[in-house]
């Protein structure tokens, strides 16, 4: 069980603590301590766990559990960010998934644990609806676009063969999961197995992962565009989503203001929300049986305002990225 | 992580259509299961989830159409919601504010996309497959010749060594293809052979993506090699990545600073980076120490010319420009434009226009317009260019409007040349008062350096003024036009294209679709001969004074030459000769009628950044592919322009 960390003294106890609670125990859980300044190592230990901490910070999440990788002996790997808890029968639900034959990857369904600030609550929608429709529909065609890299499990023997995680890009669990479609493995996801990650609570740091994302996003489609075109389902999933982040979202910004600027009529500007009752319908599909419909309902408005800061990203970041302005200075965010 | 932006674009209807599709693609698991033994392994399908996924896919569609009967329920009650719409739906039955034509265009985007998706898998598979077959059957055949002179030649005794020296053979006997299979051959055995990535990247110099990766590995494995550098450099100087270029040339000097061809070489690609005067200031530091050097004395006077043009060309400039046209219909076109242009940055330009445009015919418009334009090229394949601005029609006091609606005798002053009558127009003699008309457009260019590929999209708004009635009934056209270039050779290429947009009159609107398609050839750099056929449809025939067949085709060939002398001086021709035929509503489609046009532009170049430019233009043919004002037009203009550089 790997858990990179930088300076989160303040989390990571409730993400050990979680990790002991498991229906079945992991063989040894490694905290990386990646060159924190605060208390992460001191907690970590007191918790009688593996701390081990670089002589130089790796400066990536990927490069803090390649540095543990080099250290498992199990037949199984976890990667966990420091900051996310797990359901008490997460880790047997995804272990229970990577017994079938081929599949080298099972992530879970991630809910934000905190849901209180706009940001947190934008991303509760964004999560529910997507893990609950999009992501479900991805693993019938056997195709998740991501294994989450706040809680995925890999078979450690592909993890190694693949050469853990990649520093190429900002986006190291999309690499992962792209290269091992690519070599002919399956990747599963759980929808039973749980984890609850504390999601970013301020604009600051929401845009530091939001840009992440979506430099990582385009700089996978640069790098596996020829593998996975060879990949049924993924092809057509990665080209959707990749005109989606651009033309669409080009469309979603300038051309509803533009109606009603042209039309002299705010109420064009509904169209910015036009599609909320069919987008709750996913999203109450999973809230009413865990009895969070009113948190559902009120959280509903924010989802809006990160879906547009997010076109905003995403048009950023395919600009920069086809100007050969990369950005791949890894910034702090699950 | 997410990608994308859940329940916007397409991505929403690929997986509610995915999730629909799940209980047919399950059952045609579950049969293949039974009649094929193989796949009783295959884990058992989840029925569960199948139409757990159904009924959330169903829901969504359910819960838009329910939103969009709402709204258009609320709009009816409240048309005034609507703004400048208002007077489309008032009145009527409440429709459904989620218009099936949205929907179908989503669909149909998302079915593009994904077919480009399905084209773009095939076409890589068959390169592939392609370059595979070739390079087996070849590098078999160079493996029994090697082996047959295994006998005869000492150095048979080394496959390889055969294998290098054969393909060296046919690389100097000029037989690209054999040489690049050859090649292909000693790498598949050498991964790192020298020779073999150096002569794949000579021979791939036309396809940087295919001669890049080879000289960088060339340079790799052979990193002291300063034509290793050089070659890699000019690849990447041809794929427009100057500044990694320069980067390899300076590597290049640095291992050999006394080699001509690297000091040339370096200057060649500085000047195409636009930095000429590094470039002169290199080769005349390189012609003191070698005086004698008459090459690199002619390479300074180009990089000079090339400065002052690049100087020039960054100069705020001014141009005004004249121009006159007239058709077989008696409309007359007159107008006077002036512009002035500045550069921003390295990759901006600003540029504002400002023009008196007069149409006259049966009916006189005057009318002004203004714009004001951005152009950016931040890389030397792609640029954008946006303009807005706006078009003031006047009422012209000199002229003697009807009263009343009139019909418009399209026969305009008597020219009388068309074989059938054409629809009439009517005037809308209200609308002949002063008014302001927003237009602008807004279009991306991808150009890639070196290659014929092409993609040009563009979305346009303009008031259509070739005639007079056109401007006094306010034509505006809104269209998205796009148009794609796809590279099958180093010299053949298919061109397709399509616009779409409305033709919106006073009191009428109207759409009109068009797609092209066609083949292309390079005969020279410099010349291009195309055929092409086209297919113009509009939804109703018009009486707004544009001429709205049901549908029109052309099949035409083309050419398009550029002729530049050594002085600056550039020709540019443009001439189309084929057949046209349309069918108007209600009717048959007619016979195939001749159709001629030419454009020929002069370009006289005084000093740098100041030339004058003349333009010829002219139509003969049943319909133009705009908005021709009747069944068989003869059109005619001239332009002349002068563009001063101000520094």
């Known amino acids: 069980m790997i858990v990179p960390a930088y300076n989160e003294a303040e989390s990571i106890a409730d993400t050990i603590r979680s990790l002991q609670a498991q229906t079945i125990q992991p063989g040894e859980i490694v905290v990386v301590d990646d060159g924190s300044s605060d208390e992460t190592g001191a907690v970590a230990r007191a918790l009688g766990v593996t701390v081990v901490r670089p002589q130089v910070g790796t400066g990536s999440k990927a490069g803090a559990q390649n540095f543990a990788l080099s250290q498992v002996g199990t037949e199984f790997t976890m990667a966990i960010d420091a900051d996310t808890t797990l359901a008490p029968d997460a880790i047997e639900k995804l272990l229970a998934a990577l017994d079938a034959p081929g599949v080298a990857a099972a992530c879970g369904f991630v809910i934000p644990r905190n849901v209180g600030t706009l940001w947190e609550r934008g991303r509760y929608i964004e999560y529910m609806f997507a893990f609950s429709f999009y992501k479900q529909v991805q693993d019938y065609y056997e195709k998740p676009l991501i294994a989450s890299g706040c809680f995925s499990m890999y078979k450690s023997k592909s993890l190694i063969a693949h050469g853990g995680w990649e520093t190429r890009t900002l986006a190291e669990d999309m690499d992962l999961t792209w290269s091992l479609y690519e070599a002919g493995e399956k990747v599963r996801f759980v929808p039973e197995a749980f984890c609850y990650p504390i999601e970013p609570q301020t604009y600051q740091f929401m845009s530091r992962q939001l840009k992440r994302w979506s430099h990582g996003f385009v700089q996978n489609v640069r790098l596996h565009w020829r593998g996975v075109l060879g990949v049924p389902y993924l092809r057509s999933a990665v080209a959707v989503s990749l005109w989606d982040a651009t033309l669409a979202a080009v469309i979603y910004l300038l051309l509803l203001p533009v109606l009603a600027i042209y039309f002299r009529s705010p109420w064009m500007l509904l169209g910015y929300v036009i599609d909320a009752p069919a987008l709750m319908i996913p999203v109450l599909a999973v809230a009413i049986p865990r009895g969070e419909t009113k948190r559902a309902l009120a959280s509903m408005p924010a989802f809006f305002v990160l879906r547009t800061v997010n076109a905003v990203f995403f048009l950023r970041a395919v600009f920069s990225e086809l100007l050969g302005r990369g950005f791949y200075t890894y910034e702090k965010g699950h | ?647």
């Open chain 2, 1 to 647: 992580m997410t990608a994308g932006l859940p329940g916007v674009g397409i991505g929403g209807m690929f997986y509610v259509l995915s999730a629909i599709a799940m209980p047919f693609h399950a059952a045609y698991r579950v049969v293949k299961r039974r009649h094929d033994p193989g796949l009783a392994d295959e884990p058992p399908v989840q029925w569960r989830l199948v139409f757990r996924q159904l009924a959330i896919a169903l829901g969504i569609v359910a819960a838009l159409w329910a939103t969009g009967w709402a709204l258009g329920a609320l709009l009816a009650e409240h048309p005034s919601a609507l703004g400048g719409m208002e007077s489309t739906v008032s009145g009527r039955t409440a429709p459904n504010a989620i218009k099936v034509s949205a929907l179908i265009l989503s669909f149909g985007t998302m079915c593009i996309v994904l077919i480009a998706v399905q084209v773009a898998r095939l076409v890589l598979n068959s390169r592939q497959h392609k370059t595979a077959t070739v390079s087996g059957v070849v590098g078999a055949l160079m493996l029994l010749s090697a082996s047959i002179a295994n006998g005869q030649n000492a150095r048979g005794s080394s496959p390889l060594g055969a294998r290098i020296d054969a393909a060296e053979r046919t690389y100097q006997a000029g037989d690209s293809a054999a040489a690049v299979a050859a090649y292909g051959t000693v790498l598949a055995l050498d991964p790192n052979n020298s020779r073999a990535l150096f002569r794949l990247g000579q021979l791939w110099r036309h396809d940087p993506k295919r001669s890049l990766p080879m000289f960088r590995r060339y340079t790799s494995v052979v990193p002291n090699d300063a034509w290793g550098h050089m070659a890699l450099g000019d690849a990447l100087a041809a794929d427009g990545n100057f500044s990694e270029a320069l980067r390899e040339y300076d590597e290049a000097r640095r291992i050999a600073p006394k080699e001509r061809d690297v000091a040339l070489g370096h200057a060649r690609v500085m000047g195409r980076a636009g930095r000429s005067g590094d470039a002169v200031a290199l080769l005349q530091k390189w012609s003191a120490l070698h005086p004698g050097d008459s090459e690199a004395t002619r390479e300074i006077d180009v990089q000079r010319r090339m400065l002052g043009s690049a100087r020039a060309k960054h100069a705020p400039a001014v141009e005004l420009t004249a121009f006159s046209g007239g058709d077989s219909d008696g409309n007359r076109s007159y107008s006077a434009v002036a512009l002035i242009s500045a550069q921003l940055t390295d990759y901006a330009r600003l540029t504002a226009t400002a023009g008196r445009k007069r149409s006259a015919g049966f009916l006189d418009a005057l009318y002004y317009d203004g714009t004001v334009g951005l152009t950016i090229r931040p890389v030397s394949s792609f640029r954008l260019e946006a303009v807005a601005g706006a078009v003031r029609t006047t009422r012209n006091e000199s002229f003697e409007y009807p009263d009343t609606a009139q019909v418009v005798p399209r026969t305009g002053r008597g020219k009388g040349r068309r074989e059938q009558p054409a629809p009439p127009a009517i005037v809308r003699t209200d609308s002949a008062i002063a008014e302001n008309l927003a237009i602008g457009s807004l279009r991306a260019v991808w150009k890639k350096p070196g290659t014929a590929g092409l993609v040009d999209l563009r979305a346009s708004q303009a008031l259509l003024d070739a005639t007079p009635v056109l401007v006094i009934n306010r034509v505006m056209r809104r269209e998205l036009a796009a148009r794609v270039d796809v590279p099958l050779t180093r010299r053949f290429r298919v061109r397709g294209g399509a616009r779409a947009g409305s033709y919106d009159a006073i009191g009428e609107s109207n759409t009109r679709t068009s797609l092209l398609g066609g083949v292309a050839t390079s005969v020279t750099d410099a010349a291009e001969v195309a055929a092409i056929f086209q297919q113009i449809s509009f939804d109703h025939a018009t009486t707004s004074g544009y001429f709205a067949p049901r549908v029109a085709q052309l099949a035409e060939l083309v050419t398009y030459t550029e002729i530049e002398s050594d002085s600056g001086r550039l020709l540019i021709l443009d001439a189309g000769a084929g057949g046209q035929r349309y069918a108007e509503f209600g009717s048959a489609v007619g016979q195939w009628k001749p159709v001629f046009r030419v454009m020929a532009e002069l370009r006289l170049p005084i000093r740098p950044g100041t030339e004058l430019r003349g333009a010829l233009d002219s139509y003969n043919s049943q319909i133009a592919s705009e908005a021709a004002a009747g069944t068989s037009w003869r059109y005619a203009s001239a332009s002349l322009s002068v563009r001063i550089a101000l520094r």
